[in-house]
């Protein structure tokens, strides 16, 4: 598979804005590369916004962080990009669509029992780390297992953070990285926070 354009896209409705965009702002500033669509307004004018969504959504991008909420649930364009984030789900061996939640909305595609944000008790910068943990722990699960006793495994040095060979934040050192890395392991086994909930 080729390289992601983006390590993130964000799925929402324009009413959850506020929100999200100070979850994108944190995660562009810990080095994530993310879809976010006001950000690219110049590069999809005149573009067939049904084919460059699905595109995105299924092709360009390595997870998906749906915020889910009763506009996001009624919306045609968010409907579609969740199918389009769905069709590719199944096709990947790492969680690919990270639910955040600002209600209990029933989302038909994703069921309750799926783990998730919720994001009235999560602030739009612990939210924004929790994905670039996440994306850390994809990345270590997408390693190749040694074949010889004479291997081993890469370091945390070695994990790419960002989609990148360096840190995804300059002033973080490696450690910090596999810190965050650390605390995702936590937040999927239940730990410390429940993650549920856009």
């Known amino acids: 598979m080729a390289v992601a354009d983006f390590d993130v896209a964000v799925s929402f409705a324009d009413e959850d804005r506020p929100y999200v965009v100070r979850v994108v702002r944190e995660m562009q500033r810990l080095g994530v590369r993310v879809f976010y669509d006001a950000d690219q307004s110049v590069a999809l004018w005149g573009k067939d916004l049904v084919a460059e969504f699905d595109d995105v959504f299924q092709q360009r991008c390595r997870s998906v962080v749906v915020f889910i909420s009763r506009h996001y649930v009624s919306k045609d364009w968010t409907r579609h990009e969740l199918r389009s984030a769905l069709a590719h789900a199944i ?51 997408a390693l190749p297992v040694p074949h010889s006793a004479e291997s081993h495994p890469p370091s945390r040095a070695d994990t790419p953070i960002g989609g990148e060979a360096v840190p995804a934040d300059p002033n973080r050192t490696i450690e910090q990285h596999a810190e965050a890395s650390d605390q995702a392991r936590i937040y999927q086994a239940g730990g410390d926070q429940n993650i549920t909930e856009r």
């Open 91 to 141: 096709r990947v061996r790492h969680v690919y669509v990270l639910p955040a939640r600002f209600d209990d909305s029933p989302l038909p595609g994703l069921p309750d029992t799926v783990r998730h944000v919720d994001c009235n008790t999560t602030t739009p910068e612990e939210l924004a780390r929790m994905v670039v943990a996440a994306l850390a722990v994809a990345d270590r699960a």
